[in-house]
Every structure is written in C-alpha cells, then in structure tokens.
C-alpha cells in the first residue's frame, strides 16, 4: 500500500467525555456503527503536535509541523468476521489555512483555520502540556500535568480504547463514507494529575455539545506518540 502522509504526532493530550448515543447518531457515516466502551459512548477533545510532515517521502516546507485541536468519537465497521475499529472527526482546527484546505479537499475531512500555540514544559518529573486556541474572539485552552514516567497502554483498558482506533471514517452525506487507514504502533502514556480546560464546545462544535461546556470529564490521558502513516487509498464505501 503506497503511503500518501507521514508525520510525527506528539504529546497527544485526550480529554474525554461521555455523550448519549444520539448525540452521536447525525454525525455517523455510512456503513458505520457506534463503537462503545463497557456500554457507554465518548468523544474526545484532543491536542497534540502534527509535526515533520511528508507528502509521497517528500517534506513539506513552512507548513509540515503545527498544533492541532479536534473532536472525535467512536465507530466501527464490520466486513465478514472483521471488524476495523475507528474514528470520525466532527471537526479538525489547525493554525494554517492552507493545511486545512488540503485536508478538505484530499480527505473530505472537517478542517478549519483558528490561531493555536502550545508549551511542553517539563519540571521535577512533572510534564505540563498546554493547547490554547482562539475562536470567533474566545480564548480556549487546555493544561494539563501529566507524570514524566512512561507507560504502557493496558490492553483493555479505556486507554486502549481511546487510543487504539486504526481507522478514519469521514461522512460524505447520508449515501457514502469515506475510509482510510492509519498506522502506527501501540503508544505510551503519562498518568494524568491535573487539568484544567476552556473550551466553548458549542461555539467550536455546534448546539449538540453544548451541553459538554458544563460536563466534568470522564478521564484524561496523554500518549507520547511516534510516526504516523496514512495509506493513499481511500475506500469509498456507498450505499
């Protein structure tokens, strides 16, 4: 399989939330269904650091390396006897317009265009992370300390569960999705001590998760990362 992006993806800091399925339910391609852990449905607010990116092997200058903030959930799709387990994107906010239009149009993804900056500060063996983004003149953030010592995600756990999802499902109206594969392998992590987050869900993601703007989060994780590949075949799935 050619490899149409690689990048490296750093300090992947997840806030999550439980949601009721039908919250969810709009926002589903085709051909998918909710994937749950023990019964119950999330998304994820995410930062991290999309950095030294390439296109077909080759960089790309000015633009290859800046923050991201995203909305994510859940989803699986079932062929036969597998099941590829992924994500669907509500939306993808990144400092570069250019960025955001290329994902648009290559990926059909939900990009777009906000002015981002972070810090990775590490103290005594404490690692502080912090994504800060403005939109529509409202400053959102997210800090959050994490111990410096690495870890393994546990098989199982609602880490893995979070994390582990190797498949990206964008829905391109109600009669087709597209599916690419992404690759990379199993992450390690840093035990959360703190957050502290800002984020006016409703104005960055619609009236539907308004409701998130006084919700406590269910956990907070944070993965060191590595490189990331996406395959160039889209599998375009119709009904």
């Known amino acids: 399989m050619k490899t149409f992006l690689k990048a490296y993806w750093q300090d992947i800091v997840m806030v999550n939330y439980e949601v009721p399925a039908n919250v969810l339910i709009p926002y589903m391609p085709y051909a998918t269904e909710l994937d749950d852990f023990e019964g119950k449905y999330f998304v994820s607010l995410v930062g991290f650091k999309f950095l030294h990116s390439s ?25 036969g006897n597998e099941i590829r387990i992924g994500v669907v994107f509500v939306n993808e906010t ?105 984020c006016n869900f409703e104005s960055m993601y619609g009236h539907s998760f308004a409701f998130l703007n006084q919700q406590q989060p269910h956990s907070v994780y944070n993965a060191i990362g590595s490189q990331v590949s996406i395959d160039w075949k889209i599998n375009k799935i119709k009904r």
Not at 55 to 78: A, M, Q
Not at 148 to 176: M, N, R, V
């Open 55 to 79: 296109i077909f092997g080759i960089p790309i200058p000015f633009f290859g390396s800046f923050d991201e903030v995203n909305l994510r959930f859940y989803v699986k799709r079932t062929i």
């Open 94 to 198: 990144v400092p570069y317009k250019i960025v955001a239009v290329l994902a648009n149009t290559l990926y059909r993804e939900h990009y777009t265009y906000a002015k981002m900056k972070s810090s990775n500060v590490v103290e005594n063996g404490i690692k502080k992370l912090s994504y800060q983004w403005t939109n529509r003149h409202k400053h959102n953030f997210i800090n959050a300390n994490f111990q410096e010592k690495a870890l393994p995600i546990l098989p199982g756990s609602h880490a893995s569960f979070i994390y582990e999802h190797y498949y990206g499902f964008t829905k391109i109206d109600d009669q087709q999705t597209w599916e690419y594969k992404v690759n990379h392998y199993s992450w390690q992590t840093n035990e959360n001590i703190s957050v502290e987050i800002d």
